[in-house]
C-alpha cells in the first residue's frame, strides 16, 4: 500500500524529471546557437532520457491506482556564461536530483513501503550513472576544451550519443 505522503512526493519527482528535460532541452538549445552541434544533440538525447525517468514514475503510479497530478514545469534560468558553466550546473542538478531520489527512498523505507524502495532502486543506480557521465565531461572539458581543437573533437565526440 502506497501512502498519500509517498504518492504525494513521487508526484513530485514527475515534476522535477520534466523540469529536468526541459533544463537539457534548453541546454541543448545554447549549445545549438553557437555552432555546437555535438554538444546540443548530446543534451537533446538526455532531455529525452529526462521524459523517460517522468513516465516510469508516471507508470507506477497509474499502474498502483493512483492519481497523477501534473504540475507547471518551471522555467529553466539560461544564466550561462560558457560551455563550462552549462557542464557544471548539468552535474549540479544531477547531484540536486540524486539528492531528492534518496529522499524518496528514505521516506518510503520508514513507511515501510518496500515496493516504492523496489522501484526506486532502478533510480539511485541511475542517478550513479549520471552523475558519472556528467563528470567526465567536466573532465574532459577541462583537459581538452581550451583550444579550438579539443573542443571540436569533444563536439564530434558528444555528438555520437543516439537515443536508447
Ligand atoms: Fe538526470 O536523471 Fe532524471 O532527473
Known sequence: MISNKIAALLNEQINKELFSAYLYWDMSHYFET??????AQWYMVQAEEEYDHAQRIYRYLVDNDICVTLTAIETPSRKYECVMDVLQSAYEHEEYITESIHNLYCAAHQEKDLRTMEFLNW??????????????????????????????????????????
Request: no cysteine; net charge negative.
Open 123 to 164: 533510480f539511485i543506480n541511475e542517478q550513479a550513472e549520471e552523475e558519472t557521465h556528467a563528470r567526465s565531461m567536466i573532465d574532459k572539458m577541462k583537459l581538452f576544451g581550451n583550444d579550438g581543437k579539443g573542443l571540436y573533437q569533444l563536439n564530434r565526440e558528444f555528438g555520437k550519443r543516439n537515443s536508447e
Open 34 to 39: 553557437r555552432g555546437l552541434d555535438g554538444f
